[in-house]
């Protein structure tokens, strides 16, 4: 990472230190996404094994750069134990409900391709996917939070609206997480609530490489969560 700016210089040792002195063993962290350059799984073995050497649950999503994510059942046979993939489903750790989608870039944005379109649209129906079983599964707690990990923004400027963050309020979110966005990118950034769903932009440079408490809600679980 240090070939984007001196600033990313020893950034997972930094990450690492401030987990180490922050996480409890019955913390939950969450990493959505651009976890590791490797282009194969067993490539990616050796970064996976450095973020399961750590406390607390460890919840994953699948970044655009994440090549090495392909098959989500081999994924999860291979993680070390207190590790888990969420992929067109949802995760239930005590009250918490995990859920998420990678996401992608708006077709009607500034940079949009022909091809955007359509993976936006199957990346909606991932999201609905993983969004329907967290509901299934918050069902069966009488005060589940719900947290969503997305990796590309919900949004398309700023705080506007989309089918994201549609999907995201009628599902009763409460708190969603998103990465993706580095450097000056940041500047497009929101975090703060939005028609019912606290938003949380947790891109390593955006927080100084330190983990961020989901703790607008006071729970029995401090969620903390690093890009």
């Not at 990346?123 to 939070?145: F, I, T, V």
């Not at 947290?147 to 400027?157: E, K, Q, R």
């Not at 927080?207 to 607008?216: E, P, V």
Request: glycine share 8%; hydrophobic share 45%; charged share 20%.
């Amino acid at each position: 990472m240090d070939i984007f700016g001196a600033h990313w210089d020893n950034h997972f040792e930094r990450v690492r230190q401030d987990w180490l002195e922050r996480v409890a063993a019955d913390d939950i962290v969450l990493l959505p996404g651009d976890i590791s350059w490797a282009m194969r799984l067993s490539d990616a073995q050796k970064d996976l094994a450095a973020i399961g050497a750590l406390p607390g649950s460890k919840v994953l999503l699948r970044g655009n750069h994440d090549y090495w994510w392909q098959s989500v059942s081999r994924l999860r046979a291979s993680l070390p134990a207190g590790m888990y993939a969420i992929q067109n489903d949802a995760l239930a750790l005590g009250s918490v409900i995990l859920c998420g989608a990678r996401g992608w870039l708006p077709p009607d944005g500034a940079h949009a391709v022909a091809d955007d379109a359509k993976v936006y649209l199957r990346e909606l129906q991932r999201l609905e996917l993983s969004l329907r079983d967290a509901a299934r599964k918050a069902s069966r707690h009488a005060s589940p939070r719900v947290v969503a990990l997305l990796h590309f923004p919900p949004f398309a400027d700023k705080n506007h609206s989309t089918e994201v963050t549609a999907l995201l309020s009628a599902y009763g979110v409460d708190d969603a997480v998103y990465g993706h966005l580095h450097g000056q990118g940041l500047a497009g950034a929101y975090t703060g609530e939005h028609e019912g769903v606290r938003y949380h932009q947790v891109s390593c440079d955006h927080l100084a490489f330190a983990l961020h408490a989901l703790d607008a809600a006071p729970r029995p679980d401090d969620l903390l969560s690093p890009d």
